[in-house]
């Protein structure tokens, strides 16, 4: 029996986890958009953020921040060759892809659910 695949594996192409993310994001709706910082900010909750060699990533909503993480400029960058590679950005990407997905989706049903009353 064939081994089944989860859908963010399917179709993987040697792209950056900036490029993954981004198209994602952009493919559902042009209103998202992600901001790369390579500073912490005034936030004291990224104490273990590393000037140089970390980047503060917003994912926005229109001007709206709706999630925000840090990680390492080079696996943010990095284009990924290697299948595991490209299957850990993924897994990572979607650690905060996914609930963005759900909830605009959900969003999206109940406005049509609406208009249909």
């Known amino acids: 029996m064939p081994k089944l695949l989860p859908l963010k594996y399917k ?3 040697s792209e950056s986890y900036e ?3 981004t198209k994602s994001l952009e493919s559902l709706d042009s209103n998202f958009n ?3 910082y390579k500073t912490a900010g005034d936030h004291d ?4 953020f590393e000037r140089g060699t970390d980047l503060r990533i917003q994912m926005r909503w229109k001007k709206e921040v709706i999630d ?4 390492e400029k ?5 284009s990924n060759r290697d299948k595991e590679d490209r299957m850990f950005m993924r897994d990572h ?4 892809y ?3 997905h759900r909830v605009y989706k959900l969003s999206n049903d109940r406005k049509k659910n609406k208009n249909a009353v």
């Open 93 to 96: 990407a979607h650690v905060h």
């Open 34 to 36: 992600v901001k790369v």
């Open 98 to 100: 996914d609930e963005l």
């Open 11 to 13: 179709n993987m192409k």
């Open 45 to 48: 909750k990224w104490s273990s």
């Open 68 to 71: 925000e993480f840090v990680v």
């Open 74 to 78: 080079q696996f943010w960058y990095k």
């Open 19 to 21: 490029t993954y993310l």
